[in-house]
C-alpha cells in the first residue's frame, strides 16, 4: 500500500476503532515487518490491552497474563514519547533468546527484534504504550530501513491514537452517567478501574457524609472506606472480583450484595455491587478515568421513615409513634428499637401498640407491610 493510502487508513482508524487492527497489517507490511501491535501495559491496578495486527490471539493473552514485564518493556520505560528505537540495542539478546518469553512468545511468532514507538498518552510512570512492530531474523537484516519507515508514519500515528482516545471520551458520555445516576432514587457510586470514585449522587453524598457505616476517605484519591472490618473485607472483595469482571476477567462474580453494618445501631444498608459492561472501544477503556463499577446502597430505615411520615399524616400518629413505626418498617423488632433509640422496652412496646390501634393492624409484621406498601 502506497504512503498517501496508510496515512488515510491510520486516520480513518482514528475514528473507527474497528479498523485499527487491519490498519496496523497495512503499516506491517509497509516497513517490512511480521506483525505489530498497539499496546498498553498498565501500572499496577489498572488495566492492560493489546491491538494486534498479524498476530497470536491465544498468545496475547498469554503475553498479558504472564509475560508483560519482559526485558524489551523494561528496557522500553526509558524511552522518551514520540522517539522511535530499536529492541535489540537495548537489551541483552543472548538473555532474551534463552528466556520462557522468548520461546513462548516471539518463537512461535516469527520474532528476533522490535521497533517501539513510544505514546505520549499511553506511555506513563509505572507503564509503557504505544506502537511495536516485530522483525523476523531475516527482516533484521534491513532493521535500519524498517525504523526509517516507522519514522515517516509516527507522527501520524501519534495523531491518530490521541484522536481515537478524544473521541472515546466523547462517546463514553461523562454527562450522560451523572444525569443516569442522579435519576436513580437511591444512593448510587460509580467507581474506576483504581477503586476510586468517579462520580456520586445526591443520594449518596448525603448518605456517605454521615458517615455510619461507610464514608469516603481522602487520600491521593476519594475511595470507599466501611467502619467495620467486616463489612469492609465483603466490599473490597466485591469491588476488586466486579473490576476484573468489568476488565474482561473470567474470575467468578460472587459478591454483589452485601449489608452495610451501621455503628448507630440503625438497620444496615443494603449494598449492590454490579460490574459495568465495556464499551465497544473497550481497549482504548483502560487508559481512562471511565467508571467500571456500579455500587447501589439502599437506605431502608429512610425509605420506611418517608412512608412512615405518610402513615402519620393519614393516620395521626405523634412523632414517637412515627418513629417507631419507621424503625419496624425497617424491620427491627422491639428490642433493637429501643436499644437503637436509648429507651425502656415497655416505652417501645406503648407506642407500638398505640400505632397498631391507630392504623387498624394487630402486630408488628402487619405494621411493616402496611408500612411498606405506601409509595415513595
Not at 162 to 190: C, F, K, T, W, Y
Request: aromatic share 6%; hydrophobic share 45%.
Amino acid at each position: 500500500m502506497p504512503h498517501a493510502q496508510i496515512v488515510d487508513a491510520i486516520y480513518q482508524s482514528s475514528i473507527r476503532y474497528e479498523l485499527w487492527s487491519e490498519t496496523l497489517c497495512s503499516i506491517v507490511d509497509y516497513v517490512g515487518a511480521v506483525a505489530g501491535n498497539i499496546v498498553y501495559q498498565a501500572p499496577r491496578g489498572r488495566g492492560s490491552f493489546l491491538i494486534p495486527g498479524r498476530m497470536r490471539e491465544d498468545l496475547n493473552s498469554l503475553y498479558l497474563q504472564q509475560y508483560a514485564q519482559n526485558p524489551y518493556a523494561r528496557a522500553y520505560g526509558t524511552v522518551k514519547p514520540g522517539e522511535v528505537v530499536l529492541g535489540n540495542t537495548m537489551v541483552d539478546v543472548a538473555a532474551v533468546e534463552r528466556s520462557s518469553f522468548y520461546t513462548d512468545i516471539c518463537m512461535p511468532q516469527n520474532i528476533h527484534n522490535q521497533l517501539f514507538m513510544a505514546h505520549a498518552s499511553l506511555h506513563e510512570p509505572g507503564g509503557i504504550g504505544g506502537v511495536a512492530l516485530f522483525l523476523s531474523r531475516a527482516q533484521d537484516e534491513h532493521a535500519a530501513e524498517a525504523l526509517k519507515r516507522l519514522r515517516l508514519l509516527a507522527s501520524h500515528i501519534e495523531r491518530a491514537i490521541d484522536l481515537s482516545l478524544h473521541v472515546n471520551r466523547i462517546e463514553s458520555g461523562p454527562d450522560l452517567a451523572q444525569r443516569l445516576i442522579n435519576a436513580m432514587p437511591d444512593a448510587a457510586v460509580l467507581i474506576g478501574s483504581r477503586g476510586e470514585i468517579i462520580l456520586l449522587n445526591t443520594a449518596a453524598e448525603a448518605l456517605l457524609n454521615e458517615a455510619d457505616g461507610i464514608s469516603i476517605r481522602r487520600n491521593e484519591r476519594l475511595s470507599l472506606a466501611a467502619q467495620i472490618p467486616e463489612t469492609s473485607f465483603r466490599m473490597t472483595t466485591a469491588i476488586r472480583q466486579a473490576l476484573t469482571v468489568a476488565e474482561g476477567g473470567e474470575t467468578p462474580f460472587t459478591g454483589g450484595a452485601f449489608p452495610v453494618i451501621r455503628p448507630s445501631g440503625l438497620p444496615p444498608y443494603l449494598a449492590t455491587i454490579t460490574p459495568l459492561a465495556p464499551s465497544s472501544s473497550a481497549a482504548w477503556d483502560a487508559t481512562d478515568s471511565r467508571a467500571r463499577v456500579l455500587l447501589q446502597i439502599v437506605d431502608t430505615e429512610a425509605k420506611a421513615r418517608l412512608q412512615a411520615r405518610r402513615l402519620r399524616t393519614m393516620c395521626d400518629l405523634t412523632e414517637a409513634e412515627t418513629r417507631v413505626a419507621t424503625l419496624i418498617g425497617s424491620g427491627m423488632s422491639l428490642h433493637e428499637i429501643a436499644r437503637a433509640l436509648g429507651v425502656s422496652p415497655n416505652t417501645i412496646k406503648t407506642h407500638a401498640a398505640r400505632c397498631f390501634a391507630k392504623v387498624g393492624v394487630r402486630s408488628q409484621a402487619a405494621l411493616a407491610r402496611l408500612v411498606a406498601s405506601i409509595p415513595v
